[in-house]
């Protein structure tokens, strides 16, 4: 059974740091392109953010405008897993972070910029929340 499950959300202060995890299971990350994206309140599906994107073919790595700079993303094979580091957190990137992943010969940028309806396989979700 294939999943993606999100974690690592919360409430943190501007300026404060988090780190999300999407661990997999059912599949390998390493066959696939993988994308985080968020999902801010008020906004439908179709509206989420392509915020970064990991390639399993040569390690590259996209970041949306909005955090480049402030968020990281990286891999660990061993563990199936992805991680989002986000530092320097504004109120602006309060919302719902999701996990996708996406054909192997997508690029990051492709995958980032592939809309919602696309995309076959998401995790629920963790909640971020930025504010004093």
């Known amino acids: 059974q294939w999943q993606l499950v999100e974690s690592g959300g919360g409430l943190v202060q501007p300026g404060g740091s988090l780190k999300l995890s999407c661990a997999a299971s059912g599949f390998t990350l390493d066959s696939y392109t993988i994308g985080w994206f968020r999902q801010a309140p008020g906004k439908e599906h179709e509206e989420r953010e392509g915020?970064?994107?990991?390639?399993?073919?040569?390690?590259?790595?996209y970041y949306a405008d909005s955090v480049k700079g402030r968020f990281t993303i990286s891999r660990d094979n061993a563990k199936n897993t992805v991680y989002l580091q986000m530092n320097s957190l504004k109120p602006e990137d309060t919302a719902v972070y999701h996990c996708a992943v996406g054909p192997l010969h997508y690029t990051t940028q492709t995958m980032c910029l592939t809309p919602f309806g696309a995309l076959d396989y998401w995790g629920q979700g963790t909640q971020v929340t930025v504010s004093s």
């Open positions: 915020v970064s994107c990991i390639s399993s073919n040569d390690g590259s790595t």
